[in-house]
């Protein structure tokens, strides 16, 4: 079995239809060993510079880092839950890394990671996961918008905001990542038909990990691809190997260079897989077998780089193993931060549901505080009576 | 670690947060006959010339200049980057506004009908009502939402509904709905200098109503209600459409010896409780009327506040006279829904001699 042995009911039984998904094989740059692929993309020497190329692989170590803490930390009851990026580090990471600066990016709930790598501390990446409020980092100053549940809805915000960018002349890209459920909102319909009426410097990246909590592809679209959708809004609409992370980069960037350059939005489907269950919550052995994930295992987006860097003498064991301490400490840090309870103030609950508060906010915060302040006298009166605060 | 791609200190975008200017400086000139359309028409046109920031976009809003016209003359005016037309998906519409106002715009965008508002509700109640307070301040959301709502000219289904309840059920969002042309105008100005989201309910039987002005005019603040008339003997609460039914009523009302109060709410969210309860203290009597589905409507809000709080000066139960709980009415029979002069009166009697 191959990566291109994917589960599209639409191609069971049906050799033309079959035929036809044959030729939208996904663009890549590494196949599964880390081999160059011949016939395959051809990045620009600036993306496979040694520098660059380190940079992405500590990107990718430092994901998986990230997941797998995250992952224990939920374990522990330190996060109110987690859903897991392990297995589309690549994804993660090139979201993050093909930004500028002033772009901006609308990750799902389950891109906590590459909030991570655009720089954003882990403590206010994981805010919402924790419980502590709905979004701990500041939003603007990261050009961030903040994760949410619902699905596809950040699809027109992200529209919005590149359109608004185009309008005051800015060269500012929106990136809007999705999952393959997402596309079956109306939401992300709304949102490329729009982009593309408006020609708004916004591209969509589906991460394609074939399940949308238990619902597998074939079960989400009829369609041979996502990415073909992007025919019917009339935007290029590119699949790729959603594993090599050298092929998203190249292609992520040709399309924000399009969009900066006035050439409209395009829709980007990278094949993944989801490793972990839709979160700690869930139990993926009732929807998939573990067959399945194994094969997925064998394509490992960060062992597939390390293999390439390997092979081509950018990486050593010993290097490897500094790149990896880099991570642990990364890893160890989020758990002494997160590990201890977090504050939280319930004025909080008032201060931002309008600029100014209502007169019966005003009334409801009074009453609020008279409640925090009778808890805090009775928890002082226990601690002084030998009770238990 | 070293991947880091964003740099916290760049220069900002423009300032949502910054305080727009709220109205031009007046320009002396004779009253004139102004309808409640024409009002709502300057008041955009005047926001949009204080205000680079303002853009209106919305279904047929450019060339057409809307179905109600309201927005006519301003795509010429301003430039089809001030105002457009949208593709026709009102989620869509909605979250564009969203990302539009994280950029630092103050979108005004315009649902065609109250009915075809639905499909923009969850952008509405999951992220415009949200976004201030899911980013502490971080995002505010400056948009205002234009609905023409409510019955009563012989619309077709989904042309009548009243859909305040739903809204200002839903925390973060103001809910507005001017009476008077002056009103109109004001409130929409002042919606649209509100760092907050508004959505904006037009009377759209009133839009043909007119008054002897000179724009601009300045009224109250959102969240203000407006006494329309003065009295002893009870308090019509009323609100957009059914400010004129209450007013007709206290004028029979006065053949029956009775005095009435007449409240136009203007604001339903934020609610002017010192107004209303200071009316009903000084009546003991009110009268709420809607033409939305009484059960479970903004009425019973109303009715609620006014009994925690007025209880014990109450010489009546606080009643109302809201449309029924029926699906909106055909043209042909809505009539029998809409609340009426004689069916207010008839409660008017009743908490009289109660």
């Known amino acids: 079995m191959t990566l291109l042995d994917l589960p599209l009911a639409a191609t069971r039984g049906n050799p033309a239809a079959a035929a036809s998904y044959w030729d939208t094989d996904p663009l890549r740059y590494l196949d599964e060993h880390g081999a160059p692929v011949e016939g395959g993309l051809r990045p620009a020497p600036e993306l496979l510079a040694t520098d660059r190329l380190l940079a992405l692989y500590r990107a990718l170590r430092l994901a998986r880092a990230f997941d797998t803490e995250a992952t224990a930390l939920v374990m522990q009851g330190h996060l109110a839950v987690y859903p897991s990026s392990r297995g589309q580090e690549a994804c993660q990471a090139a979201a993050a890394l093909c930004l500028e600066p002033q772009d901006w990016l609308f990750p799902t709930y ?151 350059g006035g050439g409209g939005p395009t829709l980007i489907e990278a094949i993944t897989y989801r490793i972990r269950p839709h979160t700690n919550a869930d139990d993926a052995n009732r929807y998939r077998d573990t067959s399945e994930v194994d094969l997925w295992l064998g394509r490992d987006p960060v062992d597939r780089l390390a293999r390439y860097l390997t092979a081509i003498g950018h990486l050593d064991a010993g290097l490897d193993a500094a790149i990896g301490e880099e991570g642990a400490k990364y890893a160890a840090a989020m758990r002494e931060q997160l590990a201890r309870e977090p504050e939280v103030d319930p004025a909080d609950l008032f201060d931002h549901v309008f600029a100014s508060p209502t007169p019966q906010l005003r009334a409801q915060r009074a009453m609020i505080e008279a409640e925090a302040a009778a808890a805090q006298r009775d928890g002082q009166q226990d601690a002084a009576h030998g009770g238990q605060a | 670690m070293s991947v880091v791609t964003a740099s916290p200190s760049l220069p900002a975008t423009p300032s949502a947060s910054t305080p727009a200017p709220a109205v031009p400086a007046p320009a002396p000139a004779k009253p004139a006959t102004v309808t409640l359309a024409k009002a709502l028409n300057q008041a955009l046109a005047d926001a949009m010339t204080a205000d680079e920031r303002v853009v209106v976009f919305g279904e047929d809003v450019a060339e057409l200049g809307g179905v109600f016209r309201i927005t006519d003359g301003l795509a010429a005016r301003f430039g089809e980057s001030r105002c457009f037309d949208t593709p026709l998906a009102e989620a869509s519409i909605l979250g564009t506004a969203i990302g539009m106002a994280m950029y630092g715009y103050r979108p005004v965008v315009e649902m065609q009908f109250d009915a075809f508002a639905y499909p923009a509700f969850e952008q509405l109640v999951s992220h415009l009502s949200k976004m201030r307070n899911r980013t502490r301040g971080a995002l505010p959301m400056p948009i205002v939402i234009r609905i023409p709502y409510g019955g009563g000219i012989g619309g077709v289904e ?151 709080r007025c209880f014990y000066r109450l010489e009546a139960p606080v009643l109302r006279v809201t449309g029924l709980d029926i699906p909106y009415p055909p043209p042909k029979l809505e009539h029998w829904h809409l609340p009426s002069v004689d069916r207010v009166l008839d409660a008017v009697e009743h908490a009289m001699t109660a």
């Open chain 1, 110 to 260: 389950r891109d906590t990671a590459a909030l991570a790598l655009r720089g954003i501390d882990p403590v206010e990446a994981l805010t919402l996961l924790r419980g502590s409020w709905h979004c701990g980092y500041d939003a603007k100053r990261w050009r961030t918008a903040p994760q949410c549940t619902p699905l596809a809805t950040q699809a027109p915000h992200a529209v919005g905001l590149a359109l608004a960018a185009k309008m005051a002349g800015d060269p500012v890209v929106a990136l809007c990542l999705l999952g393959d459920g997402a596309t079956s909102e109306g939401d992300f319909h709304e949102a490329c038909n729009s982009a593309a009426v408006y020609q708004a410097p916004v591209v969509f990246l589906v991460q394609n990990n074939q399940y949308a909590i238990s619902v597998p592809l074939r079960k989400q679209t009829h369609a041979l691809s996502l990415a073909g959708k992007g025919v019917g809004y009339g935007m290029p609409g590119v699949r790729v190997d959603g594993n090599d992370v050298i092929g998203l980069m190249h292609v992520l960037g040709e399309a924000i260079e399009r969009a900066r």
């Open chain 2, 158 to 308: 989904h042309h009548s509904d009243s859909s305040e309840a739903y809204i200002a059920h839903t925390p973060g969002i103001h809910v507005i709905t001017p009476a008077t042309v002056q009103d109109a105008y004001w409130l929409l100005r002042s919606a649209i200098a509100s760092p907050d989201p508004v959505v904006f309910f037009e009377p759209k039987r009133l839009y043909w109503s007119k008054a002897q002005l000179t724009l601009p005019v300045t009224t109250g603040p959102i969240g203000t209600a407006a006494i329309r008339r003065t009295g002893r003997d009870l308090t019509l609460i009323a609100y957009g459409q059914t400010v004129p039914v209450a007013l007709e009523t206290a004028e029979h009302a006065a053949e029956l010896g009775y005095d009435l109060e007449v409240l136009d709410l203007r604001s339903l969210v934020p609610f002017d409780d010192a107004t209303v309860l200071a009316s009903v203290e000084r009546t003991g009597r009110a009268i709420v009327i809607h033409e939305a589905a009484g059960f479970a409507g903004f009425g019973a809000e109303i009715a609620a506040r006014i009994s925690e």
